[in-house]
């Protein structure tokens, strides 16, 4: 493991937290977002991200679960304004999870980071007032072949952190996401 990460793998085969070290004293803190080599030593994996993206969603905004069927995108995600779930679904039919859902609060106080390999269905909710949410991908984006997992299947069962009577607040492609049955898999 690099002195500079904590990699914590998570419930599904392949997905890491990402926790960078944070410098600070009274003045602030100061971390290094992402460093190539020390990903690779930390995960053994080796990747090139082509494409930074950056999303600012209101609270209770449900973006996803989406996912690529060609030129697939792996993801390391993370937020610097507020708080947000941050969820992957297993969707690879050749995993050992297949079909599981891992769900981590990401914020800008905590610093933890997601990676979400390619071939797994992304989403999130904002917890806070606001959220920005920053990831870089391994591929660039194809909407030809976008595809939208439905965010409340009853067969993945993904126990979102929502109020009770709160509805997320979620666009028309996100509404109309496939039931697992019916979603394409890998």
């Not at 209770?60 to 390391?76: A, D, N, S």
């Not at 050749?94 to 599981?100: D, I, V």
């Not at 067969?155 to 997320?168: H, K, R, S």
Request: aromatic share 12%.
């Amino acid at each position: 493991m690099s002195s500079k990460l904590l990699i914590t793998p998570t419930a599904i085969h392949d997905v890491y937290v990402v926790e960078p070290k944070v410098f600070g004293d009274e003045r602030g803190w100061f971390t290094e977002s992402f460093n190539a080599e020390d990903f690779a030593h930390a995960t053994s994996l080796d990747v090139e991200f082509v494409q930074d993206n950056h999303s600012f969603s209101r609270q209770w905004t449900l973006r996803g679960l989406h996912y690529q069927l060609e030129q697939t995108q792996g993801k390391l995600v993370r937020v610097v304004a507020g708080s947000v779930f941050d969820v992957a679904v297993d969707i690879r039919k050749n995993s050992p999870t297949y079909g599981k859902w891992v769900g981590v609060e990401l914020s800008a106080e905590n610093h933890k980071q997601l990676w979400i390999p390619a071939q797994l269905a992304h989403g999130f909710l904002v917890l806070t007032p606001t959220a920005e949410f920053l990831y870089k991908t391994t591929d660039y984006y194809h909407p030809q072949s976008e595809a939208c997992l439905a965010w409340n299947d009853p067969t993945i069962g993904i126990e979102w952190p929502l109020p009770a009577g709160v509805q997320p607040n979620m666009n028309a492609k996100d509404t109309a996401g496939l039931l697992w049955d019916d979603a394409p898999k890998f």
